[in-house]
């Protein structure tokens, strides 16, 4: 028996458009992101990939994406299980700073560490900032000395996986379809350990927003066919280069 399984990053959202560094900041989606949900849903009712079950991080763009790809085709009704786990990387005191204003001020090999490399996290952020969200009552559950105040890919992998192993693959092994809504680096932690991606490889992996990728997983929980499936290739691509090119005016 093979499981199947729906990775979609949120819409584009108001910080990405304007090319901030957002994080754990929570920001919505805009117009676009909100068109992407909606066409998201689309492509999910074409290929009759009907999920069962939604994990989605805490962050509004998430959830947002999530209800508009479940509402559109018919699904707005299954559970729904929310984890911190699944949020996008914690930027640190990068959370806010617009992108290629960075890119000037450290140049291109520091800012390409901060944003890519793999075991490198941008500097913490100071508890106070007013773009920490270390006082927001959504991550009370979390000790306080273990809330993040900055993260890099290994970490984010280290804090996704108990979670996927926990939570995500009993309900796959029941034969649940289940949807993933999650952010651009939560989700490059997950293909980075469902595909074996090497720690220097991972640089290279960029994910489009609001395009649904299909897994589907063997007996052991690893995809058939590496890399999985977008639904819409072609937009897929395009948006892959948009992000990598985040940054550059
Ligand atoms: O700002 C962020 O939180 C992420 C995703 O939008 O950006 P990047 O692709 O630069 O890691």
Redesign the pocket.
Known sequence: MTAKLILLRHGE?E??AKN????W?DVDINEKGIAEGKAAAGLLAKEGLLPDILHTSLLRRAIHTAYLALDGCDRHWIPVKRNWRLN??H?GA??GKD?AQTLEQYGEEQFMLW??SYDTPPPAIDVDDEFSQHHDPRYADIPEADRPRTECLKDVVARLLPYWEAHIVPDLAEGKTVLITA???SLRALVKHLDGISDDAIAGL?IP?GIPLYYELDEDFKPVTPGGRYLDPEAAAASIEA?KN??KR
């Open positions: 959202s910080w990405n901030l560094f957002t994080g900041v996008e990387r930027y990068l959370q992108k944003r890519r952010h651009g680096n960029n927003t992000v985040q940054g």
